[in-house]
C-alpha cells in the first residue's frame, strides 16, 4: 500500500490526480444531491408531528455529521503531516477547514431555522446545538492561526497542533456540554430516534448523505488545487501549467 | 538580560561543579534542570511585579463591574457567583498567558532551552508550574473574598477553593498550548483567547457545577474527580504539544 501512495506525495502528481477525479466526483454528487433532496424535498412523506419543517433534517444532519467528520479528517492529515513530514497533508488539511467551518455554520442555522416551528424560538441551549457552536470556533481558531502565520509550511505545522490538541478535547467538550445540559434543564427536548425513522424517509436522507459527503469532496479536491497551485508556484511545471492555459 | 546570562551560566557550570570526573557529558538532573527553570522564572516575575497584581487587579475590577451591571439583590447575584467568579479567572489567566514564552522567546532563552540536551517536557512544565504559582495561586488566595461580595452561599467557599485549587493548573497547562502556538505572532494576543477559550469550556462547567451542588449540600466529589481528571490528562499531555508547539514558533 505505501508503494501505491508514495508518488501522491509529489504535489505535481497528485494535482493531476485530483483533475482526474473531480469531474467524475461532481457529476456523482450532482447526481445524488439532485435525486436525493428532490425525492427528500417533494416525495418523501410529511413527518406526522413536525409537518413539512421536518425536511430540513435532509440537510441539518448531513452537514452536521460532516461537519464533525471534516475536523476528524483534518485532525488524521495532520497527524499524518507531523508524523512523516508530508507537506500535501497540510495543504489538504488547510483545503479542509474553511470547508469544515461552512458546513458547521449550515448546521447550526438549519438547526435554529427547525428550532423556530419544533421549539418556539431561534436558539436553545440544546447539548448539540451548543458543542456544534464550540465546534465552529474550534475550526475559526485553526483558521485564524493558519492565516496568522506568513510562512505557509509553519501555519500549517501549527494548525495541525492546535487540530490535534481540539480532536483530543471534542469529546471531552461534548460530554461535557451534554451532561451540562441534561443538568440544567430537563428533557425539553424531544428526540428523533433516528431507528424508528419509516423507510421511506430513510433511503433519500442516504441519498443525500451521500451527495453532501460527494460535494465535500468535490469542495475539497478544488481547494486541494489551488492550495497545491499556490504553494509551489515557483515550480517549473505549474508555470509550464500557468503558460499552457493563457495560450489557449 | 542579564539574569538570562546568569541562568544559562549556571546551567553551563553546573555540571563541572558537580560532577568532575565526567565533564560536560553528563547533563544536569531532570530535578536539577527543573528547579533551576521555575526559580529563574519566578525571580523574573518577582521583579516584574506588575506581571503579577495586574492580572489580579483585572480579576476583581471584572467581579465589580458584574454586580453594577446586574443589580445589587444579593440572591441574583449569590445565584450567578460561580459562573461570574470562574468566567473572570479564565479571562484574567488568559490576560496573563501572554508573559509565559514571549519575553523569552524575544531575547531568545527559549530557543537556548530547546536546544538543551534536557527534555523540552520538562522545562516547559516547570514553566507551566512557575506560571501557575504566579498567577492561579493568588486567583485563589483572593477569590474567597471576591465570593463573600458576591454574596455566594457559605456550603460553596470550600466547593470554590477547590475547583479553582484544581482547575487553574488545567488553564495554565491548555492556555500554554495557545501561547506556543502564538509566541512567534506579532498580533497574538486576540488570537490566543480564539484557540484557547473553547478548550477551557469543560473545565468551567465542572467547576461551576462543583460549586453549584455544593451550595444545595450536597456531595460534590464526582465534579472534583473529573476536573482531577482533566488536570492529569492535560499534565501529561499539554506539555508534549507545549513542545511540538515551540518548535513550530521557534522554528
Same mark, same amino acid.
Given at each position: 500500500?505505501?508503494?501505491?501512495?508514495?508518488?501522491?506525495?509529489?504535489?505535481?502528481?497528485?494535482?493531476?490526480?485530483?483533475?482526474?477525479?473531480?469531474?467524475?466526483?461532481?457529476?456523482?454528487?450532482?447526481?445524488?444531491?439532485?435525486?436525493?433532496?428532490?425525492?427528500?424535498?417533494?416525495?418523501?412523506?410529511?413527518?406526522?408531528?413536525?409537518?413539512?419543517?421536518?425536511?430540513?433534517?435532509?440537510?441539518?444532519?448531513?452537514?452536521?455529521?460532516?461537519?464533525?467528520?471534516?475536523?476528524?479528517?483534518?485532525?488524521?492529515?495532520?497527524?499524518?503531516?507531523?508524523?512523516?513530514?508530508?507537506?500535501?497533508?497540510?495543504?489538504?488539511?488547510?483545503?479542509?477547514?474553511?470547508?469544515?467551518?461552512?458546513?458547521?455554520?449550515?448546521?447550526?442555522?438549519?438547526?435554529?431555522?427547525?428550532?423556530?416551528?419544533?421549539?418556539?424560538?431561534?436558539?436553545?441551549?440544546?447539548?448539540?446545538?451548543?458543542?456544534?457552536?464550540?465546534?465552529?470556533?474550534?475550526?475559526?481558531?485553526?483558521?485564524?492561526?493558519?492565516?496568522?502565520?506568513?510562512?505557509?509550511?509553519?501555519?500549517?505545522?501549527?494548525?495541525?497542533?492546535?487540530?490535534?490538541?481540539?480532536?483530543?478535547?471534542?469529546?471531552?467538550?461534548?460530554?461535557?456540554?451534554?451532561?451540562?445540559?441534561?443538568?440544567?434543564?430537563?428533557?425539553?427536548?424531544?428526540?428523533?430516534?433516528?431507528?424508528?425513522?419509516?423507510?421511506?424517509?430513510?433511503?433519500?436522507?442516504?441519498?443525500?448523505?451521500?451527495?453532501?459527503?460527494?460535494?465535500?469532496?468535490?469542495?475539497?479536491?478544488?481547494?486541494?488545487?489551488?492550495?497545491?497551485?499556490?504553494?509551489?508556484?515557483?515550480?517549473?511545471?505549474?508555470?509550464?501549467?500557468?503558460?499552457?492555459?493563457?495560450?489557449? | 538580560?542579564?539574569?538570562?546570562?546568569?541562568?544559562?551560566?549556571?546551567?553551563?557550570?553546573?555540571?563541572?561543579?558537580?560532577?568532575?570526573?565526567?565533564?560536560?557529558?553528563?547533563?544536569?538532573?531532570?530535578?536539577?534542570?527543573?528547579?533551576?527553570?521555575? +526559580?529563574?522564572?519566578?525571580?523574573?516575575?518577582?521583579?516584574?511585579?506588575?506581571?503579577?497584581?495586574?492580572?489580579?487587579?483585572?480579576?476583581?475590577?471584572?467581579?465589580?463591574?458584574?454586580?453594577?451591571?446586574?443589580?445589587?439583590?444579593?440572591?441574583? =447575584?449569590?445565584?450567578?457567583?460561580?459562573?461570574?467568579?470562574?468566567?473572570?479567572?479564565?479571562?484574567?489567566?488568559?490576560?496573563?498567558?501572554?508573559?509565559?514564552?514571549?519575553?523569552?522567546?524575544?531575547?531568545?532563552?527559549?530557543?537556548?532551552?530547546?536546544?538543551?540536551?534536557?527534555?523540552?517536557?520538562?522545562?516547559?512544565?516547570? +514553566?507551566?508550574?512557575?506560571?501557575?504559582?504566579?498567577?492561579?495561586?493568588?486567583?485563589?488566595?483572593?477569590?474567597?473574598?471576591?465570593?463573600?461580595?458576591?454574596?455566594?452561599?457559605?456550603?460553596?467557599?470550600?466547593?470554590?477553593?477547590?475547583?479553582?485549587?484544581?482547575?487553574?493548573?488545567?488553564?495554565?497547562?491548555?492556555?500554554?498550548?495557545?501561547?506556543?502556538?502564538?509566541?512567534?505572532? +506579532?498580533?497574538?494576543?486576540?488570537?490566543?483567547?480564539? =484557540?484557547?477559550?473553547?478548550?477551557?469550556?469543560?473545565?468551567?462547567?465542572?467547576?461551576?457545577?462543583?460549586?453549584?451542588?455544593?451550595?444545595?449540600?450536597?456531595?460534590?466529589?464526582?465534579?472534583?474527580?473529573?476536573?482531577?481528571?482533566?488536570?492529569?490528562?492535560?499534565?501529561?499531555?499539554?506539555?508534549?504539544?507545549?513542545?511540538?508547539?515551540?518548535?513550530?514558533?521557534?522554528?
Amino acid at each position: 500500500m505505501w508503494k501505491w501512495l508514495h508518488p501522491y506525495a509529489n504535489p505535481e502528481v497528485s494535482y493531476h490526480f485530483t483533475n482526474k477525479l473531480l469531474p467524475w466526483l461532481s457529476a456523482l454528487a450532482a447526481l445524488f444531491l439532485g435525486i436525493g433532496l428532490v425525492w427528500a424535498l417533494l416525495f418523501a412523506p410529511a413527518d406526522y408531528q413536525q409537518g413539512h419543517s421536518f425536511r430540513i433534517f435532509y440537510v441539518h444532519v448531513p452537514a452536521a455529521s460532516l461537519s464533525m467528520g471534516i475536523y476528524f479528517a483534518m485532525a488524521i492529515a495532520a497527524f499524518s503531516s507531523l508524523v512523516w513530514q508530508l507537506k500535501l497533508a497540510d495543504a489538504s488539511a488547510a483545503a479542509m477547514a474553511p470547508v469544515g467551518a461552512a458546513f458547521t455554520a449550515i448546521a447550526l442555522i438549519t438547526g435554529a431555522a427547525w428550532g423556530k416551528p419544533m421549539w418556539g424560538t431561534w436558539w436553545i441551549w440544546d447539548a448539540r446545538l451548543t458543542s456544534e457552536l464550540i465546534l465552529l470556533f474550534l475550526y475559526l481558531g485553526v483558521i485564524a492561526l493558519h492565516n496568522a502565520f506568513e510562512d505557509k509550511n509553519l501555519a500549517g505545522k501549527a494548525a495541525g497542533i492546535l487540530t490535534l490538541v481540539g480532536v483530543i478535547n471534542i469529546p471531552i467538550i461534548k460530554y461535557s456540554v451534554d451532561w451540562w445540559n441534561t443538568l440544567h434543564q430537563g428533557s425539553t427536548v424531544s428526540k428523533l430516534g433516528k431507528p424508528s425513522m419509516s423507510l421511506d424517509m430513510l433511503w433519500p436522507f442516504i441519498i443525500c448523505f451521500i451527495g453532501f459527503s460527494l460535494l465535500v469532496g468535490v469542495i475539497i479536491c478544488l481547494r486541494f488545487r489551488n492550495e497545491i497551485l499556490a504553494r509551489n508556484s515557483i515550480r517549473p511545471w505549474v508555470r509550464e501549467l500557468v503558460q499552457q492555459n493563457t495560450v489557449k | 538580560m542579564t539574569l538570562e546570562a546568569q541562568s544559562v551560566q549556571s546551567t553551563e557550570n553546573l555540571p563541572a561543579q558537580t560532577n568532575n570526573p565526567i565533564p560536560s557529558s553528563q547533563p544536569l538532573s531532570y530535578r536539577r534542570a527543573f528547579m533551576l527553570v521555575l +526559580k529563574r522564572d519566578l525571580t523574573i516575575a518577582m521583579r516584574h511585579k506588575d506581571d503579577i497584581i495586574n492580572p489580579l487587579l483585572f480579576f476583581v475590577i471584572v467581579i465589580t463591574l458584574f454586580p453594577l451591571g446586574i443589580g445589587p439583590e444579593a440572591q441574583t =447575584l449569590s445565584r450567578i457567583a460561580p459562573g461570574i467568579i470562574w468566567v473572570a479567572a479564565l479571562l484574567a489567566t488568559l490576560l496573563s498567558l501572554d508573559r509565559l514564552f514571549k519575553s523569552d522567546h524575544h531575547d531568545g532563552s527559549l530557543e537556548q532551552m530547546l536546544l538543551s540536551p534536557h527534555p523540552i517536557f520538562l522545562l516547559v512544565l516547570a +514553566k507551566i508550574f512557575a506560571h501557575w504559582l504566579i498567577t492561579g495561586l493568588p486567583l485563589i488566595l483572593i477569590a474567597p473574598l471576591l465570593a463573600v461580595l458576591l454574596h455566594l452561599d457559605e456550603n460553596s467557599y470550600g466547593a470554590l477553593v477547590f475547583t479553582l485549587l484544581l482547575g487553574t493548573p488545567v488553564l495554565s497547562l491548555l492556555g500554554a498550548v495557545g501561547v506556543a502556538l502564538t509566541v512567534g505572532i +506579532k498580533k497574538g494576543g486576540v488570537l490566543l483567547s480564539l =484557540l484557547v477559550l473553547p478548550l477551557y469550556i469543560p473545565v468551567l462547567i465542572f467547576a461551576t457545577s462543583a460549586i453549584d451542588t455544593a451550595a444545595l449540600g450536597l456531595p460534590y466529589s464526582g465534579q472534583l474527580a473529573i476536573i482531577a481528571a482533566l488536570f492529569f490528562g492535560s499534565l501529561s499531555l499539554a506539555p508534549f504539544a507545549v513542545g511540538a508547539a515551540l518548535k513550530v514558533s521557534t522554528n
